[in-house]
């Protein structure tokens, strides 16, 4: 039995999302974003206290893209990956990874805007690079689409992949802080992404708890 101990909205998402893109049993445990975390049972899942932490085949995994790698090679079939010797594996790792660029500066300003909860406690400078390194990574995306390659609707020329789940998800939420609108190409990228079950399935429950509940724009000068 799989099993992915998960918090809502985090970089536990994009297992989920591929879990269910794979159509493979498996079970979640989802985990409040606090420092339960923390706890001896969980460390010896997840040394650093992070999630996502999978237990597969009596083995113990952590880290988000690590993960859907091996994932995508344990079950080929569902032709997410992409293997050595494909013409798309330069491609699939590259834009896998781009995944944790993106989420870097999503993570910084979840920081700013969420986590430091008292307004003297932000810096609106950081705020403003983290922004516009974000909105780098959406032209950098946005280039990739514009690619003047027929059919070109998803990352990698051969389709859909677990490159434009982790990137995507990556994406979805930075939107909670910089919108996708300016870039025509990722807005509908990200909206045929969100299209498909595989993601609506990834969405939180009602009742479990989020980490975003509203969009955090800058603050007016």
């Not at 969980?42 to 999630?51: C, E, M, N």
């Not at 090679?73 to 990956?81: I, K, Q, S, V, Y």
């Not at 516009?132 to 027929?150: D, F, G, V, W």
Request: glycine letters at 4%.
């Amino acid at each position: 039995m799989i099993v992915l101990h998960h918090v809502p909205q985090s970089r536990s998402m994009r297992v989920l999302w591929l879990l269910n893109e794979l159509e493979v049993p498996f079970a979640v445990r989802v985990h409040p974003f606090d420092k339960t975390l923390r706890s001896p049972e969980y460390l010896s899942l997840s040394p650093a206290g992070r999630v996502p932490a999978l237990e597969i085949d009596g083995e113990r995994m952590f880290e988000s893209l690590a993960i859907m790698e091996y994932l995508c090679e344990r079950f080929p079939e569902a032709g997410l990956g992409r293997l050595p010797r494909d013409m798309d594996r330069m491609g699939f790792l590259t834009w896998l990874h781009f995944a944790e660029t993106v989420s870097q500066h999503v993570a910084a300003l979840t920081q700013q805007h969420v986590l430091l909860r008292e307004a003297w406690m932000r810096s609106e400078t950081v705020m403003r690079l983290e922004a516009k390194r974000l909105e780098k990574c959406y032209a950098a995306i946005e280039a990739r689409l514009s690619t003047p390659i027929e059919n070109r609707d998803y990352l990698l020329t051969s389709g859909f992949s677990a490159a434009d789940i982790a990137t995507g998800q990556a994406v979805w939420l930075g939107r909670h802080f910089v919108p996708t609108e300016p870039f025509a190409e990722v807005t509908r990228w990200l909206a045929r992404l969100m299209d498909r079950d595989g993601f609506q399935k990834s969405l939180p429950a009602d009742g479990e708890p989020v980490i975003y509940e509203q969009d955090y724009p800058m603050p007016e000068a």
